[in-house]
């Protein structure tokens, strides 16, 4: 049964991402899994991460506006107290409750991939982590204010800033790999492919390495 949720605020992050605050309703989810939208009296529907953590009383969603995509776009024009379905919660991107605490975990995201990451360092507060964040250019960072510095990495691959200029790959390959830690990789299919292909080369196992690919 889908439940019918509505707006509860909008949050504009940059020019072609926002966040929607919607009602929780009876949903409960565990952080990194996903929601499928809809709206009501349609049949096309989208999935979407959850953006925040398990024990908050709403939900929120990261959403890149694409103007060749048709959902996205509607999505970025709905106004606080417009209805939304959702279905859900779906999907097995979750972390291992017994590794938690007790291994350092590596967060590889693309763009809106950061999402889950973000549900989990809220649900988890103790968490051992490091995120690295693959963008285009410095307007595209999400909410940095959400990470400690040492905890976050951007890999800025098509302006130079004074962060890392490059992509995560090329970041990755500078640095030692922690064989130690447990790797998330989250984003677009070629990202994920070119990590786990990096990681693997470099001994890390594949049960070690845990993927969402969003497109
Ligand atoms: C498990 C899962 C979780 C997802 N979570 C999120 C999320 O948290 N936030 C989010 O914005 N999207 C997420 N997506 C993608 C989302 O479901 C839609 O595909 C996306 O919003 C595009 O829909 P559209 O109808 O606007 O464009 P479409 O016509 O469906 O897609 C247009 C093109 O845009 C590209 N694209 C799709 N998604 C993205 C994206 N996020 N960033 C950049 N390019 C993209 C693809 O190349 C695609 O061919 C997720 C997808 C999956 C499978």
């Known amino acids: 049964m889908k439940y019918r949720s509505k707006v509860l605020s909008k949050r504009i992050i940059n020019k072609d991402t926002l966040v929607l605050e919607l009602e929780k309703g009876d949903i409960r989810f565990k952080a990194g899994q996903y929601l499928v939208l ?21 939900i929120e969603i990261l959403i890149k506006t694409l103007p060749e995509g048709s959902f996205s776009m509607r999505l ?3 106004n ?3 209805p939304l379905l959702i279905d859900g919660p779906f999907g097995f991107f979750v972390m291992k409750e017994h590794e938690v605490k007790t291994k350092p975990h590596v967060f590889i995201a693309s763009g809106t991939g950061i999402s889950p990451f973000r549900s989990y360092i809220q649900t988890y507060s103790k968490l051992n982590y490091h995120l690295l964040h693959g963008i285009r ?35 990755l390959k500078q640095q030692p790999i922690d064989k130690q830690a447990i ?3 989250c984003g677009n299919s070629a990202m994920i492919n ?12 594949p049960e070690n390495i ?6």
């Open 80 to 82: 606080v107290g417009d």
């Open 183 to 185: 790797y998330h990789l």
């Open 137 to 171: 250019k410095l307007d595209d960072r999400i909410e940095p204010e959400n990470y400690p510095d040492d905890k976050l990495t951007y890999c800025i691959s098509r302006e130079t800033s004074p962060y890392f200029n490059g992509r995560v790959t090329d970041y």
């Open 38 to 58: 809809s709206f009501p009296n349609e049949k096309e529907a989208r999935e979407y991460s959850v953006y925040n953590g398990e024990n908050a009383s709403t």
């Open 194 to 205: 070119d990590v786990t292909d990096l990681l693997e080369t470099n001994g890390i196992r």
């Open 76 to 78: 970025g024009d709905l």
């Open 210 to 215: 845990r993927t969402e690919v969003f497109f």
